[in-house]
C-alpha cells in the first residue's frame, strides 16, 4: 500500500474538557470530567466564509471498547476520522462541517448510549449535556435539522435508538453494523460468557457426582437472573488486569449488555442477566427485557419519529462475524414496510476495521443535514 499523503490543510483538532452533572456519582465510579474533542473544517478559519458562518454538527459515537477521541489516533495505511472528513471535504464529496467525539466508554468497556440505572444517564449527557455544550463553543447550525450522528457496533445501534427515540435531537443518523436481531448478535455468544464467568464460580466444580441442588434460595436466585459472586468476582479480576483475553472482553461486553438493557437497583450489581448461570438455561422474562431494546422490533413503535429524519443511511458487511447483516435486512425491511425512506447498503467484509465506509455514510449526513 502506498504511505499516506496528508493535506496542506486539514482543519483542526480541538480538546476541551466537560464537566458532566449528570455523570456525577454514577453506579460504576467513572469520571463525569471528560474530554471532548471536535473536527472543524478548514472553512471555519477561512475568511470567505464569513466571520459568522455557521457549520452542521455530526457526532461520531464510537463502539464497544472505544472512547471518541480515539477516533483521531493515526492510523497505518488509512486515514482517522478527521484525516477522512478531511479529505472528503477537499475532493468536494462533502461540504464543512463539524464533528464531534464524546467519550462515554465505561468501566464495563462501553455503553449502548441509553440511560441505565447500573451504567449512567448516557442518552440524557449526549443530547441534554454534550449537545447544548458544542453549540455554546462552536459555530454550529443549532438545530436538529443540521445535527446528526452517526457510529458503528454499539455506535451504529446508539445511532439507531437516538433517531427512534431522541428525534427532537437528530435530524439525520448513520448506522454502521449496528447490533440488531438480538436473537443472532447476543444470545449465541452467552454460552461462551457463562464459561468464563463459571471460572469465578465458588465453590468451584469438582469431578464426581453432581445431586440437583433442589429448591433452595440460592437456585431460585439464579433461575431469576440474580448473580450468586460470581460475575462480581470476575468483573474485579478483570479491573485488575493490563490485557484482558478475548474471552473476557466478550463477556464483559454481555455483561454490559445486560447492563444496558435489564438494570435493576435491587439486583447484585445492579442488573439481571438472561441465563441460568450454572444451566444456561433463558430465562424468558429476562430475555424480553432485552427484546425490548432490540432495534428491530422498535420500528413500528417509533415510526412518526423516524418518518421525520431527514436521512437514514445503515450499512453492514455480509460476512460480519457477529451475524449483524441478518438483523441489517430484517431492519431495513421493516423501515421499507413501514414506509420510511433510508437507504440500505451491503459490501463484502465482515465486522472489523470498516471506517472505509464513512467514505459513503459522512456524504449522505452532510446532504441530508447542509443549510
Known sequence: MARKRPLRNAGTVVVLEHRSSLLADNPLGDPHVRRLAAWLPPAYDRRSGGPGARFPVLYDLVGFTGAGIAHLNWRPFSDNVAERAARLVHDGRMGPAIIVFPDCFTSLGGNQYVNSTAIGRYADYLVDEIVPFVDREFRTLAAREHRGCFGKSSGGYGAMIHGMKYTRHWGAVANHSGDAYFDFVYRSDWPNTLDELARHRRPAR?????????????????????????????????????????????????????????????????????????????????????????PVRLVARHAADLRRLKGIYIDCGWRDQYRIHYGTRQLSRRLAAAGIAHRYEEFDDDHSDVDYRMDVSLPFLYRALRP
Open 206 to 294: 469438582r469431578a464426581g457426582r453432581v445431586t440437583p441442588p433442589g429448591d433452595t434460595p440460592a437456585e431460585r436466585a439464579l433461575a431469576q437472573g440474580l448473580d450468586d459472586g460470581r460475575v462480581r468476582r470476575f468483573l474485579e479480576s478483570v479491573w485488575k488486569k493490563h490485557k484482558p483475553s478475548s474471552a473476557e472482553v466478550h463477556a464483559i461486553m454481555n455483561l454490559c449488555m445486560a447492563a444496558s438493557y435489564d438494570p435493576d437497583p435491587q439486583a447484585p450489581l445492579g442488573f439481571r442477566l438472561p441465563f441460568h448461570l450454572d444451566t444456561g438455561e433463558l430465562i424468558e422474562q429476562r430475555w424480553r427485557r432485552w427484546l425490548a431494546h432490540d
